[in-house]
T-cell receptor, first 112, second 118 residues
Framework: LAKTTQPISMDSYEGQEVNITCSHN???????ITWYQQFPSQGPRFIIQGYKTKVTNEVASLFIPADRKSSTLSLPRVSLSDTAVYYC?????????????FGTGTRLLVSP | DARVTQTPRHKVTEMGQEVTMRCQPILGHNTVFWYRQTMMQGLELLAYFRNRAPLDDSGMPKDRFSAEMPDATLATLKIQPSEPRDSAVYFCASGFAPPERESPNEQFFGPGTRLTVL
């Protein structure tokens, strides 16, 4: 399975841009890169998904270099409510489906 | 606002008892996932269903866990007998996977069932 490595925790302040980088050196050709957000006592919530280059939605941007061995989730102008755990996932085809493996995630703390 | 629902939200039981957790996926979704989350192991995939058929349950302890989808609106995860090490939050997620894709782009998670086995 493609393994992901991301920082255990990050600190930021309101209004700042936060970039969380994830390494996935063994990513396969057909793998997508997906990011989820999880608040305490809730299930994870999809943020963004990409395959290569850059993807942007109303919440975040995802930057993927040409070799796809890493990706960076960018959160513009974070607020206190962005305090959460962020998971980087890389899927791999296993018996006909993309098995997503959640790692330990990055715990983001946004302070006033 | 379509959501995945799970019942019960909390369950406290004694070792050896049977536990059944239920999940109602979002209408129209054709995939269902069961996950378990603990502090030590994080989020682990237990089982995956597509069009109600189990495609993968390699993450599930076979001797005591079982997962089923009696119909498209209900998925169940059963533990019999339960053990203290089963204490965790169990999440159900659903998504729509088009025929040309192996899995959904996005999984929608329910609120989870917090299980405590004494």
């Amino acid at each position: 399975l493609a393994k992901t490595t991301q920082p255990i925790s990050m600190d930021s302040y309101e209004g700042q841009e936060v970039n969380i980088t994830c390494s996935h050196n063994n990513i396969a050709t057909n793998d997508y890169i997906t990011w989820y957000q999880q608040f305490p006592s809730q299930g994870p919530r999809f943020i963004i998904q990409g395959y290569k280059t850059k993807v942007t939605n109303e919440v975040a941007s995802l930057f993927i270099p040409a070799d796809r061995k890493s990706s960076t989730l960018s959160l513009p102008r974070v607020s206190l409510s962005d305090t959460a755990v962020y998971y980087c996932l890389v899927g791999e085809a296993v018996t006909g489906f993309q098995k997503l493996v959640f790692g330990t995630g990055t715990r983001l703390l946004v302070s006033p | 606002d379509a959501r995945v629902t799970q019942t019960p939200r909390h369950k406290v039981t004694e070792m050896g008892q049977e536990v059944t957790m239920r999940c109602q996926p979002i209408l129209g979704h054709n995939t269902v996932f069961w996950y378990r989350q603990t502090m030590m192991q994080g989020l682990e995939l237990l089982a995956y269903f597509r069009n109600r058929a189990p495609l993968d349950d390699s993450g599930m302890p076979k001797d005591r866990f079982s997962a089923e989808m009696p119909d498209a609106t209900l998925a169940t995860l059963k533990i019999q007998p339960s053990e203290p090490r089963d204490s965790a939050v169990y999440f159900c997620a659903s998504g729509f996977a088009p025929p040309e894709r192996e899995s959904p782009n996005e999984q929608f998670f329910g609120p989870g069932t917090r299980l405590t086995v004494l």
